[in-house]
């Protein structure tokens, strides 16, 4: 059989059988087939090393055949799916729930996470989970794969990688990513005051959320993993270690590093204080009681666009409302109506915090006096 005639079978049976075909030669006649065929193996012998390097695989005996297919491609074939699925699965589950947020925040475009967490969350804090799946995961053991052939045929059938287990996995993470954020939202939908008196934002609850994240992923590849190394456990385990350092680092280095002002204090929230008119601190919940009704207090708002980026709002409590005495050119904008009746001090105190509440929704963090903020 000539060269051209080898190729063209195999072309024959590739176009009208329809089946992934593999060709195997060791000389220089069996170059055609070897290129044609979907997989190419060459053996190396005393005809030459033409063969070898046309080949995608190259073997010293005819006998090691069936260690290449029964063992390492069907080893191959499970971790490069496990893989491909995984990588899916922890992409969909983070982004989806920005989708989640923008019902949350009228598709204002404001992100739930700090820009750098995400840009970190492919190359460092699930980095690892993949490249364990991908590289040391077993199905089965060598010996287990050769004395029952049978188990070939799960790869040989796509069992493992079709659409019908692509599209399990996206449902999966779409449901993993609906509890991930609606439970944390929910269970913070009212404000809640934390032992230094600050109040949750915006960031708070982005923060909960992706460590949700970063552990149930880091645990799915955990359950995705047959054969545990000591490269898995250090994969799985560290890298929710390393996104908990992180943020303990990250939410403190502002301003020593002039970094993510917004990350500042959300592992250890500042102390709140507020100024009333006669310039003493006091909280606004003080000032209440005391039944001021002449207040004034300077917002400072920090867009999160960036460290200098601050829009400034002046209000003043006078003669029963709270008069805006300058509007900034761009960002959050606050609209108040003159009462007719004064008002008390303790309106006061609510007017502040639906204030909050809604700089919060908008993605701003609303500082009094300048480097505290509730």
């Known amino acids: 059989v000539s060269p051209l005639q080898k190729s063209e079978i195999v072309d024959v049976v590739k176009k009208r059988v329809k089946a992934i075909t593999l060709a195997i030669g060791d000389g220089a006649n069996d170059v055609g087939m070897i290129q044609t065929a979907h997989v190419g193996v060459g053996i190396s012998g005393n005809e030459g090393m033409q063969a070898t390097n046309n080949s995608d695989y190259a073997i010293a005996q005819f006998s090691y055949l069936e260690k290449l297919l029964l063992v390492h491609g069907a080893w191959s074939y499970n971790r490069v799916t496990k893989c491909i699925l995984y990588c899916f699965y922890k992409n969909v589950v983070l982004y989806i729930i920005e ?38 995961e077993r199905s089965c053991t060598q010996e287990s794969m050769l004395r029952f052939p049978q188990l070939y045929k799960i790869t040989q059938n796509a ?58 992923v880091c645990l799915k590849a955990g359950l995705e993993t047959t054969a545990w190394t000591k490269f898995s456990h250090l994969a799985v385990w560290g890298s929710m270690l390393i996104w908990l350092v992180f943020f303990g680092v990250y939410s403190t280095i502002w301003p020593t ?74 960002g959050l ?3 108040f109506q003159r009462s007719q009746a004064r008002h008390t001090a303790p309106e006061a105190l609510t007017f502040l915090q639906e204030a909050r509440k809604l700089a919060s929704l908008c993605g701003f963090k609303v500082y009094l006096n300048g480097d505290t903020y509730i």
């Open 333 to 335: 904008t606050f609209k």
């Open 159 to 216: 069992e493992g990688f079709n659409t019908k287990v692509f599209w399990g996995h996206c449902i999966h993470a779409l449901v993993h990513s609906l509890i991930l954020f609606w439970f944390p939202m929910k269970a913070l939908e009212h404000d809640t005051p934390l032992a230094s008196g600050h109040a949750t934002d915006y960031l708070f609850v982005g923060n909960i959320v992706y460590t949700y994240v970063v552990v149930t």
């Open 257 to 330: 590093i002039p970094i993510a002002p917004d990350m500042k204090g959300q592992l250890i929230p500042p102390s709140v204080q507020a100024l009333h008119e006669n310039g003493s601190q006091a909280g606004w919940s003080c000032a209440a009681e005391a039944g001021l009704h002449d207040i004034s207090c300077v917002f400072v708002v920090s867009s999160p666009l960036g460290a200098h980026s601050f829009e400034y709002f002046y209000f003043q409590w006078a003669e029963g409302c709270w008069l805006q005495t300058h509007t900034p050119i761009e």
């Open 99 to 136: 989708l989640w947020f923008a019902f949350v925040n009228g598709f204002s475009g404001q992100i739930l996470f700090e820009r750098w967490c995400i840009g970190l969350y492919n190359v460092i804090f699930t980095a690892l989970p993949p490249f364990t799946l991908g590289i040391f």
